[in-house]
């Protein structure tokens, strides 16, 4: 029989060998849904995960949304 905690633990191993290490669903960080639609004010500050290993901070009006993953806005 399985419990929720198992189901937990198998989906953070998926989680983590997709290298992912959970930190998006914490700290501020906010998923974008893929579109090329920029969610915050254009001259907001914001860091950003890409499809790539560079995740740099950049100003919204910079960013091609279309390839974010995941955004956090920088105070």
């Known amino acids: 029989m399985s419990t929720e905690t198992d189901w937990d633990e198998k989906r953070m191993d998926v989680i983590g060998s ?3 290490d959970g930190l998006h669903y ?3 960080w906010f998923k974008h849904d893929g ?3 920029c969610p915050v004010p254009v001259d ?3 860091t ?3 499809w790539t290993l560079d995740n ?3 100003k919204a ?3 091609n949304w279309s390839c974010v993953k995941f ?3 920088e105070v």
Do not use: C, F, Q
Request: charged residues 15%; glycine residues 8%; without cysteine.
């Open 26 to 28: 914490l700290n501020g």
């Open 18 to 20: 997709n290298g992912n």
């Open 71 to 73: 955004y956090r806005v």
């Open 44 to 46: 907001t500050m914001v």
């Open 56 to 58: 740099p901070m950049k």
């Open 48 to 50: 950003i995960e890409t």
């Open 35 to 37: 579109s090329a639609h």
């Open 61 to 63: 009006s910079d960013v």
